[in-house]
């Protein structure tokens, strides 16, 4: 059996009511078209619902028991619908986004700060992780949305750039490429070099441009961009790192040079699933998100302490 919403709501308003008329009123209905509508209810129901007099209406015993469970239908449908108003303006809902560390470390939080004020009802998750992990993560659910420097298969995820963030070498204050305006890869020839983790995306968009320079692997890959710096810092080899993630590696003795030429930047997207919508909250920082974009191309750009 299948009640409509408008069946329920006529019953109620014969309940309330009381009368035909009234109850025809407030559904905005003829009597006689209310009347019909109350006996098609009855019918489907299979008893009488109503005693009717000239004078009074008044529920049966079985009508006593469907009220019960029309006005718990009625009050769900209500706080459901009252729930999906609220999040159409953003008073209420849920957000998870994944991002790189180096992004998680200022600038997403930045942007989920203004988010955060403007909409405080709404509940944020930040999930930082390395490039594979964020496409499983937003693949999953775990996440809405993430931003990645990898697209992901164009039939599974829906991809827009950010911006292509500049690549910065990190080495030594005293090492002689810390006086340079810029390096260039050939500079890294025979040094030795720190890796960032094979699942990153630097790791990934590196290796290609890496193998014809003949670097001196040390050995050391590292998950935590404190610990790349404490590496360079003692010693270990040189590394390189996107723009965002310098701020990470503050330490007077080290210095940043940018990277040039035609890989010296790794793209940053916004990653989606391409079959699953948005809720309005998660569509309203991803919008906020584009409009940051600014803020992010002046990431500082020095990895001595301010």
């Known amino acids: 059996m299948s009640l409509s919403g408008r069946l329920i709501d006529a019953f109620l308003a014969l309940e309330e009511t009381r ?11 003829s009597s006689p078209a209310f009347s019909q509508m109350v006996a098609r209810l009855e019918d489907q129901v299979g008893v009488r619902l109503f005693d009717r007099t000239t004078r009074h209406v008044t529920l049966t015993p079985e009508g006593e028991v469907f009220a019960q469970g029309a006005r718990r239908i009625a009050s769900e449908m209500r706080a459901a619908i009252d729930d999906l108003q609220d999040r159409a303006q953003r008073r209420t809902g849920r957000v998870s986004v ?7 470390a200022d600038w997403l939080p930045q942007q989920l700060a203004v988010f955060h004020r403007r909409y405080p009802g709404i509940e944020l998750r930040l999930r930082d992780v390395v490039s594979d992990v964020c496409l499983d993560t937003v693949r999953r659910g775990e996440a809405d949305f993430g931003l990645n420097a990898l697209p992901g298969n164009s039939l599974e995820f829906e991809a827009v750039k950010l911006l292509d963030e500049p690549l910065y070498l990190i080495c030594r204050a005293d090492d002689p490429l810390a006086s340079r305006r810029k390096v260039r890869l050939s500079h890294l020839r025979q040094r030795a070099f720190i890796h960032t983790l094979r699942s990153g995306s630097v790791w990934q968009h590196l ?6 320079q003949d670097i001196q692997d040390t050995g050391f890959e590292v998950d935590q961009l404190g610990t790349l710096a404490g590496l360079v810092a003692h010693g270990f080899g040189i590394s390189i790192v996107p723009r965002s993630a310098l701020q990470l590696c503050q330490r007077d003795s080290l210095a940043a040079v940018p990277l ?3 890989q010296a930047s790794r793209p940053i997207y916004l990653v989606r699933p391409r079959h699953r919508s948005l809720s ?11 409009q940051g974009v600014p803020q992010l191309r002046r990431a500082p750009t020095s990895i001595r302490p301010q």
């Open 19 to 29: 009368r035909f008329s009234l109850a025809a009123q407030r559904c905005h209905m």
């Open 98 to 104: 994944a991002g790189p560390p180096s992004l998680a």
């Open 207 to 212: 290796q290609p441009l890496l193998r014809d």
């Open 260 to 262: 040039e030429g035609a």
């Open 280 to 290: 309005t909250a998660a569509a309203g920082l991803w919008a906020l998100l584009l």
